[in-house]
């Protein structure tokens, strides 16, 4: 069965450039036990292609592959799943905390051969499902890019002055409603990030829950823990702009009084290989 791998180095990084290379020529050859009989097709990210002379192509037109490597760190993953939506992926850990890549780079070799090998013999790549969020406007005049972090929804800008009057309703029911900078709404994976600094709470990567936060809140009240299925909307008011945010990079300019609906994403992101140690993990946190 010949296998098709997409492989996306971290920009501008030296090391991760040089691993990227290294896997493309060791998958090309046949494996690490040279096996030249099955075939793999391998491309890199065009800003690699340019460093190692490989062939490249947009990290978009990675999502038809069997398998994407993205090499970095938890950013440089957030962005290459953005890019590729549910196809299998895998993440070698050149940063610091490494939630999402579990994958050193000693064993990234060894690793992502064994996996091209498994799918050779059983069509499938062992590994979990993460949970993405989409924001869309109530009347369905658009939607953003799905989250695997986050979806925040804020004023025109963070601080005094800047805020919104932001209304949480969960299952149609009023939770809270309070001048705030903003809203946040995590999946576990994201509990970690943007939710973590603004005090909300830890979730395990495993337990099926959605994280409510508000931002700087005038009458707050505390995060609220909800299932994925729960029908959540924000509604915004007392201000003349607000933004709804997809993992800190994709918006959508809001013109209040607005209503916004998050609910998960049809299409999680597949992650693949070794799992990291959550607990573990959690010791690198600043």
Not at 39 to 64: H, N
Not at 91 to 114: C, H, I, R, S, W
Request: aromatic share 4%; net charge negative; hydrophobic share 40%.
């Amino acid at each position: 069965m010949d296998v098709a791998v997409g492989i996306v180095a971290q920009r501008d990084n030296e090391r991760a450039q040089g691993l990227a290379a290294t896997l493309a020529e060791t998958l090309e050859r046949g494996g690490v036990q040279g096996r030249t009989d099955e075939d793999t097709s391998v491309v890199v990210d065009e800003a690699t292609g340019e460093a190692i002379d490989a062939t490249a192509v947009p990290v978009a037109e990675m999502a038809d592959r069997d398998l994407v490597v993205s090499i970095g760190g938890d950013g440089t993953l957030l962005f290459v799943a953005r890019e590729v939506g549910s196809t299998p992926l895998l993440g070698v850990n050149l940063g610091e905390v490494g939630f999402l890549n579990a994958v050193a780079p000693a064993d990234a070799v060894a690793v992502v051969t064994d996996l091209v090998a498994e799918y050779r013999e059983t069509g499938r790549f062992e590994g979990r499902d993460l949970v993405r969020l989409e924001a869309n406007d109530v009347d369905s005049a658009w939607t953003l890019e799905p989250a695997l972090n986050e979806i925040v929804v804020h004023g025109p800008r963070r601080g005094h002055g800047g805020g919104a009057t932001v209304e949480i309703r969960v299952d149609g029911e009023c939770y809270a409603e309070s001048h705030a900078d903003g809203v946040l709404v995590a999946t576990p994976t994201g509990s970690t990030a943007y939710n973590l600094s603004e005090g909300g709470p830890l979730v395990h990567p495993t337990t099926h829950a959605l994280v409510v936060s508000q931002m700087a809140a005038t009458d707050s009240m505390p995060p609220l823990i909800v299932e994925p299925g729960t029908d959540l909307t924000l509604s915004v008011s007392d201000t003349d702009t607000a933004y709804v945010i997809s993992d800190g990079r994709n918006r959508q300019r809001l013109e209040p009084p607005a209503t916004i609906t998050v609910s998960v994403a049809d299409d999680p992101t597949r992650l693949v290989g070794p799992q990291g140690d959550f607990i573990s993990s959690l010791e690198k946190l600043e």
